[in-house]
């Protein structure tokens, strides 16, 4: 980061960067713990992970307090402003990530009780690349790396045909044996859910580019590149 005649304005800066790795860090152990709840049937973290969640609701508030009073105050231009306003969305996407991991916390008690069904065991690896699309962005957020970002858009088709496979599964599985219907609607709610998270990454990763390099890249152009 270049150092500013105000020194105020890199304290401020340097907060927004510091709240949003503090976020992106609750909303992956959201993740992961949601999953591990639900894998172990433990109603206990995933009545933790939905009550952790307002805590993501705070620093996003206080992410908005800081950009707007750095954006009235300082007047930031150029790089600055880019930086300054990745902030400001970043923190919104982040906090739907986080509501999108206490989702699936609360589908923890809806299948408690159901025989388990085989596609469950997709649901881990699933979440292990989305949650992995979480930690890299932020990576690429704390470092300015444009390069990481365009990886974690590719990335987002994998997690893509992860879901469609899944959701194959669990609809053949409902067919076949209507007694799954329930607990097979529950993992598919569980599997979209990690889809958008994969979703919302991918959008942090638009963003973390466009602020490092001043360019947008969609994830059609991540795709034309790799080619």
């Excluded at 980061?1 to 800066?13: G, L, W």
């Excluded at 609701?57 to 930086?83: G, K, S, W």
């Excluded at 982040?94 to 699936?104: C, L, P, Q």
């Excluded at 959701?167 to 979209?192: D, G, K, V």
């Amino acid at each position: 980061m270049v150092d500013h005649t105000v020194k105020a304005f890199d304290s401020e800066i340097s907060q927004l960067r510091g709240l949003i790795a503090e976020m992106g860090g609750l909303a992956e152990v959201a993740i992961r713990d949601a999953i591990d709840a639900l894998t172990r049937h433990d109603e206990d973290l995933a009545r933790q992970v939905v009550a952790n969640d307002a805590r993501l609701d705070a620093l996003e508030a206080e992410v908005d307090r800081l950009a707007v009073r750095t954006i009235a105050l300082r007047a930031p231009m150029a790089d600055d402003l880019r930086d300054v306003i990745a902030a400001l969305k970043i923190s919104g996407v982040i906090e739907r990530i986080g509501d999108y991991a206490k989702n699936i916390a609360k589908r923890v008690d809806e299948l408690e009780g159901r025989p388990k069904i085989e596609p469950i065991t997709l649901i881990p690896a699933m979440a292990e690349i989305a949650q992995g699309m979480v930690r890299d962005i932020l990576n690429a957020y704390g470092s300015r790396d444009a390069m990481l970002a365009v990886e974690v858009i590719r990335r987002d088709e994998k997690l893509d045909q992860f879901y469609n496979t899944l959701f194959r599964s669990l609809l053949t599985h409902m067919m076949e044996n209507p007694s799954t219907i329930t607990s097979a609607a529950q993992l598919l709610f569980i599997a979209r859910n990690l889809e958008r998270i994969g979703d919302h990454a991918t959008n942090v990763a638009e963003m973390v580019y466009y602020a490092a390099t001043g360019e947008y890249c969609s994830e059609r152009d991540a795709k034309d590149e790799r080619k």
